[in-house]
C-alpha cells in the first residue's frame, strides 16, 4: 500500500510540475498591445458595497472609458497594514506607473513605496502627508456636511441626530462637526450623537451601534463607514430619517427616510490624473475638492424634506461656492467646553487633520 | 541490520514520506483547481501566475522569504512545547504582546543608536511573547487550566490589548487621530538586505530553526524533553522537573512568537497598527503540525504556505477572484495531509 | 433614564447574543461528544452566506434559514470526516475548516455584496409588546430570538435526558466504554456534528439575514472563537450559556450603548473582560480535564474498525 502511494505521489508531483511549467512557458504576453498607461488602483473592500469602494471603482471606470488606451490593474480586500505595500510593488513591477491606493490607511505603506520608486506616481485620497511623487486629493466634504446639517436640522421631529462613523480620525470628525454646525444655524434645538464601531466594515457592529442611537430617540442617522447599507436599512426599517455618504445608489436603500447624501463622482478627476501622467505634467499637491468640484455631488433630496430646507441648503451651498461663508466659522467650543476657534476667525481647510475634537453640542468622544 | 544498511533504511522512509506528502500536495492542487474550474476560471492560468509571481522573479522570491519569517517563528513556538505534548495555540496573541514590547523600547528609546535599540527591542519583543506564554504555562504547570484552552483564550485578549494602546495611550498625535503609533525611529527598524524588504528577521528564523534542532537532538535538555513526551509520569518520578519544562518551554516557544512580533512591527510596519499580523499565529501552528515538529519539515511547509499566501494578490489582479481563495487551497492542503496521516498511525 | 439605558442594553445583547447563542450550542454538542471545532467560524460563515444567498434568491428568509443550517451541517460533515473517520488532529483540523470556509464563502458571496433582502424581520407579539416598558424590551424579535431559548433548554434536555443524550456524553467522556456498551461512537459523533453544523448555521444566518442584512467577506469577524471560549465560560452547558452568551453578547453591546449616551470608556478593556472571567472561571473552578470538561475531549476514539 504504502509502495503505491509513494509512486503515485512522484507521478502526480510530476504531472502537475510538468503541466505547470508547459503553460507557462506557452503563455502569451501578458499584455497584447502595449497600453499607453497603466493604472493600479487598491480598495480596502469590495467594490459592490454601494459606498466608499464602490465610488472610487466607478471612478477608474469612468477615466478607463474616458482613455482607452489606460489600462487597469484593480485588486480589493486588501488590509491596510499587512499586504497593502507588497500589493503596490507588485502592480508597479507589472508595469503600473500611477498607484491610487484608496484608503486611509495605506498613507505610509504609500510613502514607503512612493520612496522607492521615485518615477512612479501615486494619489492617495483622505493623506495628509506628501511626497515628490505622492500626491493628496479629497472633497472639502465639511461644507457638503454642513448643507447635510441645515437639510437634517430642518426635517428632524426629535431634534436628536446621530452618527455611526468607523474612527474618530480627525477629518471624520471634521465632518461630523460641520453637520452639527449646519444644523444648528436651523434649529438650536438639536444635538447630536456619535458611536465609533471602531473599524471601516463591521455591519453587524454598525447595525448594534445604529439601533443603539436609535434607542436614544434619535430620528436621523448618519454614516461614515465604509459601506453605508446597513446603517440606511435601519434608519428606514425604525421609520428614521437618513442622511447618506460615498455613493448615490444608497438612495434605493431608504425610499421613504432618505434627505440627502454627500457622493463622490471621481471620474473625471482621475482621467486629469492619468491624462496629467501620461503628459508629464504631474505635480505633487494636495489637492482640496469643494462643491463647486464635479467629484463631490449633493444626493437628491428625499421625499420628507421640507421645501424651505432645500432653499435655505441651496442658498448656503452658492455662499459656500462663492466664499462668502465657511463652515467653521468662531467663536466655536468644543465638547469640553474648551474653545476651539476665536470669534471673527475660522478653522482652517488646511488644518482639518488636527482637528481631534468634537464640537459643542456633539455627544460623543473622539479619544 | 548493518549501520549502513539501516541509514539507507531511514533515506528509504524519508524519501517515501517526502514522496507521499509530495503527492498529496499535488492532490490537493487537482482539487482546488476543480475549484477553481467550478467557478470558471482557468487553474493552468491561476498557477501559472501564482508560480511566476512569486517564484519568477528576484521580488516575487523575496516576498516569499518575507512571509516565511513570521511562520517559521510561530511554527517553532508551536513546535518546541508540542515536544512534550503542550498544545499551543497562542502563537499569534504571543506575537502581538512581542510587537507590543517592542514598540514601547522604540518610542521610548527612540535617542539610542541602532546598534543599541534593534537588539533590546529584539529582547524585548522575545520577553513580552514569552511572558504571555507563560502565563499559560504556569496555569497549567499547576493543573488549573489546559494550555490549549488558555492560549487560545489569551490571543484575543492580546488583540484587545494591542487596540487599546493605539486607540488610546500611544495613538500618534501627528496622524490625524488615526490609531497608529507613531513610526518607528530609523534606528528601531531591521535592515533589509539589498533593497527588498527581506530584513535581519530572516537571521532570526534560521536561528531559532537551528537552535530547535540541535538542543532537541543534542543536548541533555532534549534528551529529558523526549523522556518527558514519552511518559510525563515516569519521568517526573526519575527526577526530570516537569514543573519547570512546562513554563520554560512556554516561555521560549512564546518568546519566538514574540519576536516574530517584533519583526512585523519593525521591519514591515514601522509602527504598530490593529491587524498587525493575519493570522500567522494560526498558520504557525498548521505549519508545525504538518511538519510533525521537525525542523527542516518546517521549513519546508513554510515556504509552501507562503508562496500560497502571496500568490493571493495575482489572482485577485489577473482572475479577478477574490484573493481570500488561496485559504481554500491552505485548507485542501491540510485536508489531504489530515485525512492521509492518520491512516497511517 | 436608567431605563432606557438598561432597556437599550438589554435589547442590544439579545441581538448580539442570539448569534453567539446558537454558535455556543452548537459547539457544545460537538464537545459534549469529545470533539473540539475551532473551524466553527467557517460553520457560521457557509451559513451566512448560504442563507443570505437564498433569501435573495427566493426572496424568503425562512427559505434562507433552513438552507443555512443544511449548509452549517454539511460542512461540518466535511469536519467531521477528517475528525471520526479518518481520526485527524481536531486542532488543525478545525483550523482548517475555518480557513476553507472563509476562501470558499468569500468567493461563493461575491455576487451578493450589495444585494438587498427584506430579511427576517421583528415580530412584535401581538398583546405583550404593547406593555408601556417591557413590551418593546422583551417582545419584539425575530423568529431566531424568540426561539433561541426554547432550543437551548431543547438542547439542554436532549443531552441530559434522552438516552441519545446520555450516550453522546458518555461518547465525550470515555469512548472505549461506551463502545464496550454497545454504542457505536462513530455514529454518535456524525449525528452531533451534523446538528451542530446545523446550529452554527443558524448562527450566521442571523448575522447576515435579520441582524445586518447584508453579506461581508468575513464578517462573522470572530465570533465563531467568541463561542468556543463561550462554551469554556459556561462549562459546556447549555442552560448556564444562555447567561454566558447574554453577557458576551452584553460587552458588546455595553461600549456601544456607553458611546452613545457619551460615557467615557475603552470598548477595549471591555471586550476583555468576557474572556478574562472565562479563564478565572476555569482556573477556580479547577482543571479542565477534571472538572467540568467532557474527559475524552480531544481525544481520539481509538476502538476497533
Known amino acids: 500500500m504504502r509502495k503505491k502511494g509513494s509512486y503515485f505521489g512522484w507521478k502526480l508531483m ?118 515628490p511623487n505622492l500626491g493628496t486629493y479629497w472633497a472639502s466634504t465639511p461644507e457638503a456636511f454642513y448643507l447635510m446639517g441645515i437639510a437634517a436640522g430642518r426635517t428632524t421631529k426629535t431634534n436628536k441626530m446621530g452618527y455611526v462613523v468607523a474612527l474618530p480620525i480627525s477629518f471624520f470628525l471634521a465632518n461630523i462637526n460641520a453637520f452639527h454646525l449646519g444644523a444648528r444655524s436651523v434649529n438650536h434645538k438639536v444635538e447630536t450623537r456619535v458611536v465609533f464601531t471602531g473599524t471601516f466594515l463591521d455591519p453587524p457592529k454598525e447595525a448594534t451601534a445604529a439601533n443603539a442611537l436609535l434607542d436614544q430617540g434619535v430620528d436621523v442617522l448618519g454614516v461614515i463607514v465604509d459601506s453605508p447599507i446597513t446603517v440606511v436599512q435601519i434608519a428606514e426599517k425604525r421609520a ?82 462663492s466664499g462668502r461663508a465657511h463652515a467653521f466659522p ?38 | 541490520m548493518s549501520s549502513a544498511g539501516r541509514a539507507l533504511q531511514l533515506r ?33 492560468r491561476a498557477y501559472a501566475d501564482i508560480f511566476l509571481s512569486t517564484l519568477g522573479s528576484a521580488y516575487g522570491f523575496s516576498e516569499v522569504l518575507v512571509k516565511m519569517i513570521p511562520l517559521i517563528l510561530t511554527a517553532v513556538a508551536t513546535a518546541l512545547p508540542a515536544r512534550i505534548w503542550l498544545i499551543n495555540v497562542g502563537g499569534e496573541g504571543q506575537l502581538y504582546i512581542g510587537a507590543l514590547f517592542a514598540t514601547w523600547g522604540a518610542l521610548n528609546f527612540n535617542n539610542s543608536p541602532a546598534w543599541i535599540l534593534l537588539p533590546l527591542i529584539s529582547a524585548l519583543g522575545f520577553l513580552g511573547g514569552g511572558l504571555w506564554a507563560m502565563i499559560s504555562g504556569f496555569l497549567r504547570a499547576r493543573g488549573w487550566v489546559s494550555e490549549t484552552i488558555s492560549t487560545l483564550l489569551m490571543n484575543y485578549v492580546a488583540i484587545l490589548l494591542l487596540n487599546f494602546f493605539v486607540f488610546g495611550p500611544w495613538k500618534d498625535p501627528e496622524s490625524a487621530n488615526y490609531p497608529q503609533s507613531a513610526p518607528f525611529p530609523d534606528a528601531a527598524i531591521l535592515p533589509g538586505f539589498f533593497g527588498m524588504r527581506v530584513h535581519l528577521g530572516a537571521v532570526y528564523a534560521l536561528v531559532s530553526l537551528i537552535l530547535f534542532y540541535l538542543v532537541l537532538s543534542r543536548t541533555r535538555w532534549g534528551l529529558e524533553m523526549r523522556a518527558i513526551g514519552v511518559n510525563a509520569e515516569a519521568a517526573r518520578r526519575n527526577g526530570i522537573p516537569l514543573a519547570r519544562y512546562i513554563m520554560a518551554l512556554m516561555f521560549i516557544g512564546g518568546g519566538w512568537a514574540g519576536l516574530a512580533g517584533m519583526c512585523e512591527v519593525s521591519a514591515i510596519h514601522g509602527q504598530l497598527r490593529p491587524g498587525l499580523s493575519p493570522g500567522y499565529g494560526y498558520v504557525g501552528f498548521l505549519i508545525s503540525w504538518m511538519a510533525g515538529g521537525n525542523a527542516v519539515g518546517i521549513l519546508a511547509a513554510a515556504f509552501l504556505l507562503a508562496v500560497i499566501t502571496a500568490g493571493g494578490d495575482i489572482l485577485q489582479m489577473a482572475h479577478r477572484i477574490p484573493g481570500s481563495v488561496v485559504n481554500i487551497l491552505m485548507a485542501l492542503i491540510l485536508f489531504f495531509v489530515l485525512a492521509r496521516k492518520a491512516k497511517g498511525r | 433614564m436608567i431605563g432606557s439605558f438598561l ?71 466535511l469536519f467531521g470526516f477528517l475528525v471520526i473517520t479518518r481520526r485527524a488532529n481536531q486542532l488543525a483540523s478545525g483550523l482548517a475548516l475555518m480557513f476553507c470556509g472563509v476562501g470558499l464563502t468569500a468567493l461563493l458571496g461575491m455576487p451578493y455584496i450589495g444585494s438587498r433582502i427584506k430579511g427576517l424581520n421583528e415580530i412584535p407579539i401581538p398583546f405583550l409588546s404593547d406593555f408601556p416598558v417591557v413590551g418593546p424590551i422583551f417582545f419584539n424579535y425575530d423568529i431566531l430570538v424568540y426561539l433561541v431559548v426554547p432550543i437551548s433548554i431543547l438542547v439542554w434536555w436532549v443531552l441530559f435526558s434522552t438516552r441519545w443524550g446520555l450516550s453522546l456524553r458518555a461518547v465525550g467522556e470515555n469512548p472505549t466504554a461506551a463502545f464496550a456498551a454497545g454504542k457505536n461512537p462513530y455514529i454518535l459523533q456524525y449525528q452531533a456534528l451534523l446538528i451542530a453544523g446545523f446550529l452554527g448555521g443558524v448562527a450566521g444566518a442571523h448575522l447576515s439575514i435579520a441582524i445586518a442584512k447584508t453579506w461581508a467577506e468575513w464578517m462573522t469577524a470572530g465570533r465563531g472563537f467568541i463561542a468556543v471560549a463561550l462554551v469554556i465560560f459556561s462549562k459546556w452547558h447549555p442552560l448556564r450559556a444562555i447567561a454566558g452568551a447574554l453577557l458576551f453578547g452584553g460587552a458588546i453591546a455595553l461600549q456601544l450603548q456607553m458611546q452613545a449616551r457619551g460615557v467615557p470608556v475603552s470598548p477595549f478593556l471591555l471586550d476583555m473582560l468576557p474572556y478574562i472571567l472565562s479563564l478565572a472561571v476555569l482556573a477556580v473552578w479547577g482543571g479542565a480535564r477534571r472538572h467540568a470538561a467532557p474527559a475524552s475531549l480531544g481525544r481520539v476514539f481509538q476502538g476497533t474498525e
Open chain 2, 12 to 44: 528509504k522512509g524519508k524519501l517515501a514520506s517526502l514522496a507521499r506528502f509530495g503527492g498529496l500536495f499535488g492532490l490537493a492542487f487537482v482539487a482546488f483547481a476543480l475549484v477553481l474550474l467550478v467557478f470558471g476560471k482557468n487553474p493552468i
Open chain 1, 14 to 131: 510530476a504531472m502537475v510540475a510538468g503541466f505547470a511549467l508547459a503553460f507557462a512557458f506557452t503563455l502569451p504576453e501578458a499584455s497584447a498591445q502595449q497600453a499607453k498607461l497603466k493604472v493600479g488602483i487598491l480598495h480596502i473592500g469590495s467594490i459592490a458595497d454601494a459606498g466608499y469602494n464602490q465610488a472610487h471603482a466607478e471612478g477608474v471606470q469612468v477615466m478607463k472609458k474616458n482613455l482607452p488606451d489606460v489600462e487597469l490593474i484593480e485588486i480589493e480586500n486588501v488590509p491596510e497594514a499587512a499586504d497593502a505595500e507588497r500589493v503596490m510593488e507588485t502592480m508597479i513591477k507589472q508595469g503600473a506607473k500611477l498607484i491610487i491606493p484608496a484608503s486611509f490607511g495605506y498613507l505610509d505603506p504609500a510613502l514607503r513605496v512612493a520612496k522607492k520608486y521615485p518615477d512612479v506616481k501615486f494619489e492617495h485620497p483622505g493623506g495628509y502627508k506628501l511626497a
Open chain 1, 330 to 367: 468662531g467663536p466655536i467650543k468644543d465638547n469640553k467646553g474648551v474653545e476651539r476657534v476665536k470669534a471673527g476667525e475660522v478653522w482652517p481647510m488646511t488644518l482639518l487633520g488636527k482637528m481631534d475634537w468634537l464640537v459643542e453640542g456633539v455627544i460623543g468622544q473622539p479619544k
Open chain 3, 7 to 77: 432597556g437599550g442594553l438589554f435589547v442590544g445583547s439579545i441581538h448580539a447574543g442570539t448569534p453567539l447563542l446558537y454558535a455556543t450550542l452548537a459547539e457544545a454538542i460537538e464537545e459534549r461528544a469529545g470533539i473540539v471545532n475551532l473551524g466553527l467560524e467557517g460553520v457560521m460563515l457557509m451559513g451566512a452566506v448560504a442563507g443570505f444567498a437564498t433569501t435573495v434568491e427566493t426572496g424568503s428568509a425562512a427559505l434562507g434559514v433552513l438552507t443555512a443550517g443544511l449548509a452549517g451541517g454539511l460542512f461540518n460533515m
Open chain 1, 240 to 321: 428614521a430619517y437618513s442622511v447618506g455618504y460615498h455613493y448615490l445608489g444608497v438612495q434605493k436603500f431608504a425610499p421613504k427616510g432618505w434627505i440627502s447624501g454627500i457622493a463622490f463622482t471621481w471620474g473625471e478627476l482621475y482621467t486629469r490624473f492619468a491624462k496629467q501622467v501620461m503628459d508629464g505634467t504631474w505635480k505633487s499637491e494636495n489637492k482640496l475638492g469643494s462643491l463647486a468640484s464635479d467629484y463631490l455631488t449633493i444626493a437628491p433630496f428625499g421625499p420628507a424634506v421640507p421645501a424651505e430646507a432645500i432653499k435655505l441648503v441651496n442658498d448656503k451651498k452658492q455662499d459656500f461656492i
